[in-house]
């Protein structure tokens, strides 16, 4: 474009026009594809108002002969095209129009990109998914599961209706009658949703189920049944060898796709793991770190109480098994540890039970989703996104959990283990001789910014009372034991988390970490922080019996923003603790004792870069004095990162249960003749 085709006193406005309009999409690109930040609902409609009000000037622009040089000669074809076709690809990329239809075009992009962020923005309130019908599998038991179903009926004044589960084992002929479950009454008042117990089950057994009407007449949905197997009796002192599924935080369409509002690619990639296991070769490696203050890359050494063949085993860039294929370990169940569903990003869209419900019907209705629910048992815990960002519950039930926690409680919380108390959210389970407990980190926390740091609390006092129990309780009746946080309890996050995490509650936290030192085999599980991190936290004692190691998992997003760029994670803590080691000073002399300070806390790996990120973690204990745990990190569909552990071992002690040890064969028999695998217990 060139000044002398415009009155000078147009150019100030034109340059502002083109300054709005390029910051327009600069803005618009980051909030639909890197971070969609609040801000950026006022921002980006005032950067298109300026650009748009700029736009009656470039019909102000002076003639010019486009094909004359300054002294009035004719300028060569060619040279003319050439410079033209220049022109017109940074006009458009700075927004510098000089023709009317430079002027259209660059209009029409701006108008298109504002018109997908309001497709992001509102398409979760004029899609709300009130038609969607649904059955998932929860919480699973040796002896039962929990079935969930959605079956609105279509006609308006419909007012209830009546759902069968129909059941049977899943080795069954195609013939073989089904076995009545219970019936499922289904109204408007819990958005047709309701939650079952299926019982009478037998440990360790694959089964199936569909839905019927009270005529017993199979209903449309689902196409075909849905299959599960019940866990293993806890009571028998036998050897569990199985794989979970941890992650957290997602959003449907982020980054966000045109045309693509139902997506959730997480769970996309998580089904085409599920079903296509990677190929892992076992090579000699090092623990890549990036450094929480830059992006510089160094190498740390496995330490030999985590491999003790000091190698990280090499990944593969495919996932080529089946979930089928011999050999493959099953993966039992899913642990989603909050942010499903995001109340107030980009825009809060208020505190109502109609608007907590949409944001859970959409995610239902994903097409992604439904891949891995309906053949995957999926067990919750909420986080802040829940209800509003950093939600403080203060243990009265703050505004808005009444709305928010209705909506969690229909969708999600029936479907998870019954915790000791109705309507809490805080329970344990286990599966064989692998024990878990689930916390709640919002409905009971008390602000970080008020009262005397010692006073703060995090858990409650009835909910950390009970942890505490349930921790004395497996300390020898369960090999491994997981604690599953939403909130990160390391302290070595920064920023936000200095004070949303367990870093605000540094007494209780302290206290609580003490205890699960004298606890073998306790590992932490938790998401938020939109990153992985593996942590590792040193007993004050040197390691031994009543001393222990704990680590942490934290495994974020699903599906959802990573930060790139910053990143805020320290490397390790500044508190220290001695640990002695032997040094060998030459071969001649015996090795000698020197003392070292080694972090209290401190990173093993950390990964913050990916939109889609889950960890699986494989348990092994057929060797109860050699348990191992394999953690293994997916990062964009790809796998990133393996952790093998040589576990504590643990004597458990001895417990009594028939249930697993009865053949197929006479679990049919006994079957028919009515006597229930509960009468063997």
């Known amino acids: 474009m060139s000044e002398s085709n415009y009155d000078h006193k147009f150019l100030w406005p034109l340059y502002f026009g083109a300054i709005a309009s390029t910051l327009f999409r600069i803005f618009t690109y980051l909030f639909l594809r890197v971070v969609p930040a609040r801000l950026c609902k006022y921002l980006l409609p005032g950067l298109y108002l300026a650009y748009t009000a700029t736009i009656p000037i470039a019909s102000l622009r002076l003639p010019s002969p ?68 649904f059955t998932r599998v929860g919480a699973v038991y040796p002896d039962a599961v929990k079935v969930v179903v959605r079956y609105p009926l279509s006609h308006a004044n419909a007012t ?48 199936e189920y569909t ?22 009796d806890e009571r028998l002192p036998t050897a569990s060898h199985f794989r979970f599924v941890v992650s957290s935080c997602l959003k449907p369409n982020f980054p966000y796709a045109p045309f693509k509002n139902g997506r959730i690619k997480g769970f996309d990639l998580l089904a085409d793991y599920l079903f296509n296991e990677p190929t892992i070769v076992d090579t000699p490696g090092t623990v890549a770190f990036v450094d929480a203050s830059d992006n510089a890359t160094e190498s740390l050494q496995v330490d030999a109480r985590i491999a003790a063949n000091g190698s990280e085993p090499a990944v593969a860039n495919v996932i080529p098994a089946t979930l089928g294929a011999e050999g493959v370990v099953p993966t039992e169940f899913m642990l989603f540890l909050g942010d499903f569903i995001y109340a107030d990003i980009p825009v809060y869209h208020g505190d109502s039970k109609h608007a907590y419900r949409r944001l859970y019907r959409r995610n239902y209705n994903s097409p992604s989703f439904r891949r891995v629910y309906e053949r995957l048992p999926i067990i919750h815990t909420y986080d802040d996104h829940e209800f509003i960002n950093n939600y403080v519950g203060h243990s009265n039930d703050t505004p808005p959990f009444e709305n928010a926690n209705d909506a969690f409680r229909i969708y999600n919380a029936d479907g998870n283990y019954d915790p000791r108390v109705p309507g809490l959210h805080y329970y344990d389970f286990r599966y064989g001789n692998v024990a878990f407990f689930v916390m709640d980190t919002r409905r009971y926390r ?67 970490l003490s205890a699960l030192h004298t606890v073998p085999n306790v590992y932490l599980l938790s998401g938020d922080r939109h990153e992985f991190a593996a942590i590792e936290f040193n007993p004050l004692r040197e390691v031994g019996p009543g001393s222990h190691i ?71 204990t057929r060797n109860p004095e050699h348990p191992k745990l394999s953690l293994e990190v997916v990062i964009d569909g790809k796998v990133a990162y393996n952790l093998p552990i040589d576990a504590t071992s643990v004597k458990l002690k001895s417990s009594t249960a028939l249930g697993s040890m009865v053949p197929d064969s006479l679990k049919d028999i006994l079957d028919r003749v009515g006597i229930s695998p509960n009468r063997w217990f």
Not at 188 to 204: A, I, M, Q, Y
Not at 565 to 576: C, D, G, I, K, M
Request: glycine share 2%; no cysteine; aromatic share 10%.
């Open 66 to 133: 486009p094909d004359a040089k300054q002294d009035g000669s004719a300028a060569p074809a060619t040279t003319n095209k050439t410079n033209n076709n220049r022109d017109v690809v940074w006009e458009l990329l700075f927004s510098l129009p000089t023709t009317r239809l430079t002027t259209i075009i660059t209009w029409s992009i701006n108008t298109l990109l504002l018109l997908f962020a309001a497709d992001f923005v509102f398409t979760p309130v004029i899609d709300s998914a009130t038609d969607v019908t």
């Open 160 to 207: 209830e209706r009546d759902v069968l589960i129909l059941w049977r084992p899943a080795t069954a002929a195609a013939a073989e009658p089904w076995t009545d479950g219970p019936t499922l009454r289904l109204d408007p008042e819990f958005d047709w949703t309701n939650t079952t117990k299926l019982t009478k089950l037998w440990p360790s057994t694959e089964y």
């Open 211 to 232: 839905l019927a009407d009270t005529n017993r007449t199979i209903l449309q949905y689902p196409a075909s049944p849905i299959r599960f197997r019940t866990f293993p």
């Open 446 to 512: 008390s602000s970080p910014f008020t009262g005397e740091a010692a006073t703060r609390t995090m858990l409650g006092e009835a909910q950390l009372s009970a942890l505490y129990e349930w921790l004395g309780k497996v300390n020898q009746t369960a090999t491994f034991k997981f604690i599953v946080t939403s909130v990160p309890f390391t302290s070595l996050w920064t920023h936000d988390a200095q004070t949303d995490s367990w870093a605000g509650y540094a007494s209780e936290r302290a206290s609580l």
């Open 550 to 620: 704990v680590r942490e998992f934290s495994t974020s997003p699903l599906s959802m923003f990573y930060v790139p760029l910053v990143r805020t994670l320290r490397r390790a803590s500044e508190a220290v603790v001695p640990r002695t080691r032997l040094r060998i000073v030459d071969e001649e002399s015996p090795p000698e004792e020197v003392v070292e300070e080694v972090p209290m806390e401190r990173v093993i790996k950390y990964l913050p870069i990916g939109n889609y990120k889950w960890s699986t973690i494989e348990i092994d």
